[in-house]
């Protein structure tokens, strides 16, 4: 996208089939860099250069746990947003349907069918994407488990499985992923917790203990990392209607209706909602936010 190209009453697509009509005509005022317009005479200008600070045209991302759910959102939205796309998922289907979405958006897709859980998985995902696209400028660690227990319950086994996906194997994708962003501009590490890592949610200790960890993990990355321009973030989600959050809100008729009590505006969130956060953050429109943990919840996390 170019700046001051967009055209009155452009077509935006929908990534997910539709389209929308977006009309650019309405003069508003506009804040962009240091200057108010009043008048709103450069308002198409404006609106470009706002939304070239989104665009990651140029960019490859990866992301995992991009079979379906917020993953699935992230990947197509940074593809509608110029990116190609290093995607990752144990179950093949998943990954042809998200690689052909990614092409008919125009973008580069590769599927890596892949279980990050085990041993010398990371290695495995990070060399396939450097193989195929010759570059890495934005991680995304979507990929994670829950065990849903009493903590008294939760067995050594069963923390044996929730941390090596939940922390061993996203720091260990930091770890081999550094080498390569340290090569390009503005890269950036956006990392997955959850609102249970910081209010406590019954039946999930041991899920909670490790996006409690990716917070502070998150935190101690960018601090050591900001002095070589590589921003690290984390997001946490609330209740998504997704695969992942279904199930567990199905167990009992009213838990459903308990849920959506406590969430001010009233719904769960989709997984666009979820993944547009994780968008921006990787975008140079971000590019003075690090160390942050940003919360989506419909604000579950204000009761």
Not at 77 to 91: Q, W
Not at 250 to 263: G, T
Request: charged content about 20%; some cysteine.
């Amino acid at each position: 996208m170019s700046k001051g190209s967009i055209d009155s009453n452009s077509v935006a697509p929908d990534i997910f089939g539709s389209q929308h009509l977006v009309s650019w005509s309405t003069k508003r005022p506009i804040v962009t860099g240091e200057f108010l317009d009043l008048n709103g005479d450069s308002w198409t200008s404006s609106m470009a250069d706002m939304l070239e600070a989104l665009m990651l045209d140029g960019k490859v991302a990866l992301v995992t746990g991009a079979g379906r759910g917020i993953g699935r959102s992230t990947a197509l939205i940074m593809a509608a947003m110029g990116a190609d796309l290093a995607v990752v998922s144990r179950t093949r289907s998943e990954l042809d349907e998200v690689v052909l979405s990614i092409e008919k958006l125009g973008r580069r897709g590769l599927g890596v069918e892949c279980d990050l859980a085990m041993a010398g998985a990371p290695t495995r995902i990070i060399e396939a994407c450097i193989s195929h696209f010759g570059r890495l400028d934005i991680l995304v660690n979507n990929a994670g488990v829950v065990i849903r227990k009493r903590a008294e319950e939760i067995l050594p086994k069963d923390w044996d499985v929730i941390l090596e996906l939940n922390i061993k194997a996203t720091a260990e994708m930091c770890r081999l992923a550094l080498p390569h962003l340290r090569r390009n501009a503005n890269a950036a590490i956006i990392n997955m917790s959850s609102i249970t890592g910081q209010v406590g949610t019954p039946l999930r200790a041991a899920y909670a203990a490790t996006k409690a960890a990716i917070i502070g993990y998150t935190r101690v990355l960018a601090k050591e990392l900001a002095p070589e321009g590589i921003r690290v973030n984390a997001v946490q989600p609330g209740f998504i209607d997704t695969d992942f959050v279904r199930p567990f809100l199905s167990d009992e008729p009213d838990q459903m209706a308990d849920v959506l009590k406590h969430i001010p505006l009233g719904r769960m969130g989709t997984p666009d909602e979820a993944a547009w956060p994780i968008v921006f953050l990787a975008s140079p429109a971000a590019s003075y936010i690090t160390g942050q943990s940003i919360v989506i919840d419909g604000g579950w996390m204000l009761f």
